[in-house]
């Protein structure tokens, strides 16, 4: 027996080693087992099934139909159309949402105000019923012989046009669409300012920056970092909602497919091009909303995680390390350089 301050003699006085056992997860096990069966009975369905219609076994899903339309000249006209209104309306809403943040913000209560009940109505009615209105309603409005004039208020007007004229479906779609983004754009904007610390705006002021400056060069940089994840889901939505400008006759990628199903009773085939090229543009505007995400990061964070790109890299290549972006040295002013 040793006595206290003294090393045991015998290897036997030591405690024994610890037996570590993992834990075993016997549910995860059958979880994965289960949806590997579900999956491979969804393949299965979706690729490898087939329905007798007439005298020919012919796909269920008809993916030769899919096939022959994915690249006909319809389609593609109308996913220009949804591209082309999907840009266009966030370009309304972005530059409108923006104004009316800074407005909500302003101390003038009467701007306050405006701004307001713009959110306010615009967020509170069905985006399909302001399409409808800007194709139907203004002509309804303004019927001929009357026009819509542009000009000194209670004076003279400068320019005439008819309703029917200036309020095409399209302009209908873009008018729609835009204006009801600019509702939510409007929040979106409104959080990211208020996520930048006050003493930014007041270190500003103090360097005698106008208000106007400070919001270009110190503020919205820095709020861009909590605006752009939002803004990039308000996006790939628009890409969605510029279906719903289909009811003004918009000849978009919906419409399109929408008509040739008519015409061929092909329904759920059609639905699948359509769907194959919603997924092929939502696809690419993640990958845009993840470079512009990892671009306004940097102000915030010591480094910035690795590109879908580096990662590929790193996996397919064991041997190499991980490549991870340099560390940055941004200061939380950095972001108004840009």
Known sequence: MTTLGTPPDSAQERPSDIKAVPVRHPGRWVAVVV????VAMLVHTVVFAKVKRGNANES???????????????????????????????????????LLAVMRLSDNPVLSSVSWLFIWFFRGTPLLVQIAFWYVGISYLFPPPNSLSLGVPFGPAFLHGSANDL??????????????????MAEIVRAGI???????????QSLGMSRGRTMRRIV???????????????????????????????????????????????????LLVASIW???????????????????????????????????RALFSPSRAPV?????????????RH
């Open 35 to 38: 949806i590997a069966v579900l």
């Open 60 to 98: 269920r899903f008809g993916w030769g139909v899919v096939g022959d339309y994915l690249f006909s000249q319809p389609v593609l006209h109308g996913l220009e159309l949804t591209l082309l209104l999907t840009v266009v309306s966030m370009a309304i809403g972005i530059i409108g949402g923006i």
């Open 167 to 184: 309020v095409t479906p399209l302009v209908a779609g873009f008018v729609g669409l835009g204006l009801n983004e600019a509702a939510y």
């Open 194 to 204: 208020l996520s930048v610390d006050e003493g930014q705006t007041e270190a500003a």
């Open 220 to 270: 919205l940089p820095q709020a861009m970092r909590v605006i752009i994840p939002p803004t990039g889901n308000e996006t790939i939505s628009m890409l969605k909602n510029s279906a719903l400008a289909s009811v003004a006759t918009v000849a978009e990628l919906y419409f399109a497919q929408g008509a040739i199903a008519a015409r061929t009773y092909q329904t759920v085939p059609l």
């Open 278 to 312: 919603y997924l092929v543009a939502t696809s690419v505007l993640t990958v845009g909303q993840y470079y512009l995400e990892r671009y306004f990061a940097r102000g915030s964070s010591r480094s910035l995680p690795p590109t879908p790109i580096q990662r590929a």
């Open 324 to 336: 991870v972006a340099a560390p940055l040295d941004a200061g939380p002013l950095s972001a108004g």
